[in-house]
């Protein structure tokens, strides 16, 4: 098919959204296109992308395993792009924030966050903080659940290479789908590191126990030996299948 309006369509919505959820944009794809051939459509989409060094992604989202089409450059990290839009104490706090979820096991406490504003060089009151940092959830750079915040499905797709610039001593492998993680389950034995979608696609087909060592043993968060980011406590392979 040609590339038309109902590809630009798409694409402005997925611009627009930042980051558009999979299941509207399937909808999306069938009202527009009469199928349901959704890879169809965003290769045709990239491939008019592709000269200005743009792309959309595909990226799930580490806490829900949800997916997402994200409008990411392909050729430099978008820290620029925050320049104009955040103040400048807003982005050392993002700085920050990013900092504390990649160093310290996939996530940061909301109460950390808003305790980093007394670490600031540039004053940020703890009700500023709190009204960007919800901003960022809502933009998709930042995901958040149960009090803490982890990496957002943008910052995942288009500041990776920032995080492996800046922090790549940090960062961990996913023993299934060998791409860079943030947030995820450990193995207590052998301290493999998978995706929590990667493990409970990896147990509905057939897997079972440690995906790097076979041994059937509790499979912990990545975030259990961080205190200030308690997320679920131990839990068995079977209960997260």
């Known amino acids: 098919m040609v590339y038309g309006n109902e590809h630009k369509t798409v694409l402005q919505a997925i611009m627009h959204e930042g980051a558009l959820h999979e299941g509207t944009g399937q909808e999306l794809v069938i009202r527009l296109f009469d199928h349901n051939n959704t890879a169809k459509v965003l290769n045709e989409i990239n491939a008019k992308l592709r000269p200005l060094d743009m792309t959309i992604k595909c990226v799930n989202c580490e806490v829900t395993g949800q997916l997402y089409w994200v409008f990411a450059n392909t050729v430099e990290d ?23 979820i990649v160093t310290n ?7 950390f966050c808003l305790n ?17 940092l919800l901003k960022m959830v809502n933009k998709k750079w930042l995901s958040s659940k149960d009090g803490k915040y982890y990496m957002g499905v943008r910052s995942i797709a288009e500041l990776l290479q920032y995080f492996k610039d800046t922090y790549d001593d940090s960062l961990q492998i996913c023993t299934l789908c060998k791409q860079e993680l943030f947030y995820g389950k450990r193995c207590k034995k052998c301290d493999a590191t998978t995706h929590v979608y990667c493990f409970e696609n990896y147990t ?32 068995e392979i079977d209960d997260i299948a």
């Open 78 to 100: 978008k820290t620029a792009r925050f320049q104009s839009e955040f103040s400048q104490a807003e982005l050392a706090l993002l700085r920050n924030v990013y900092s504390e």
């Open 105 to 111: 096991n996939g996530c940061v406490s909301s109460t």
């Open 116 to 132: 980093l504003c007394s670490t600031l060089h540039i004053k940020l009151s703890k009700t500023d903080a709190e009204q960007f």
């Open 204 to 235: 509905k087909n057939g897997g079972s126990g440690c995906p790097n060592c076979h041994q059937p043993i509790s499979i912990r968060d990545h975030s259990d030996n961080n205190a200030s980011c308690m997320h679920e406590s131990q839990m």
